[in-house]
């Protein structure tokens, strides 16, 4: 498992055209659609990674590379049995590339919210969050692991159980400036 991240002001006009030019119609479509600009360089740059570290690995071209979106919205590879993960906030965008099926998230430090807290956490993690030095930290943190579980099953949260489901899952979270990023890649049986 590898993954990368971008800062989305670090690439060029030409970059973001390029790799724009590159993607499926559907994708370009959908993002002709935003409204904001940043939405679409971190929609934008979360492919170019993908695309450029999947090129790499099989010494190939970023474009032909050709990524497409699975019906539950999972990105995949289909001209390689690699698996991929994408996510942006903020300034950042990242990806994740495994041999299994792997999620990553993304997420900005925000000021912490009670409300959103009790409806995504167990009774345990509210009381982390409770007992934590920062409560915006500590809630993001979780819930960066819980939108990488997500990602990981390609379930949605009435799915995959947003109030449990980070029982038995190995994650890996990072923080650097004020975000956290989290991974969960499936275990072996």
């Not at 690995?57 to 539950?72: F, H, Q, S, W």
């Not at 990105?75 to 299994?100: F, M, Q, R, T, W």
């Not at 038995?168 to 275990?187: H, N, P, Q």
Request: hydrophobic share 35%; charged share 35%; net charge negative.
């Amino acid at each position: 498992m590898d993954w990368y991240k971008c800062n989305i002001d670090d690439i060029e006009k030409e970059e973001y055209e390029y790799f724009f030019s590159i993607m499926g119609k559907e994708k370009r479509e959908r993002i002709l659609r935003f409204k904001n600009e940043d939405d679409k360089k971190r929609s934008i740059c979360a492919e170019m990674l993908a695309k450029c570290e999947i090129a790499k690995r099989y010494g190939i071209k970023p474009c032909d590379v050709i990524l497409d979106t699975a019906e539950n919205g999972k990105p995949y590879c289909k001209n390689s049995d690699v698996h991929l993960s994408l996510s942006h906030s903020g300034d950042y965008a990242v990806c994740a590339i495994g041999e299994k099926p792997i999620g990553i998230d993304i997420q900005k430090i925000v000021p912490y919210n009670e409300k959103t807290a009790r409806k995504v956490c167990s009774k345990i993690e509210l009381e982390t969050i409770e007992k934590s030095a920062d409560k915006s930290e500590e809630f993001i943190k979780l819930w960066t692991e819980k939108e990488a579980v997500m990602k990981m099953t390609g379930l949605g949260i009435g799915e995959v159980g947003i109030k449990t489901c980070l029982d038995g899952k190995k994650i890996e979270t990072v923080r650097f400036l004020d975000y956290f990023i989290s991974i969960c890649e499936k275990a072996d049986c």
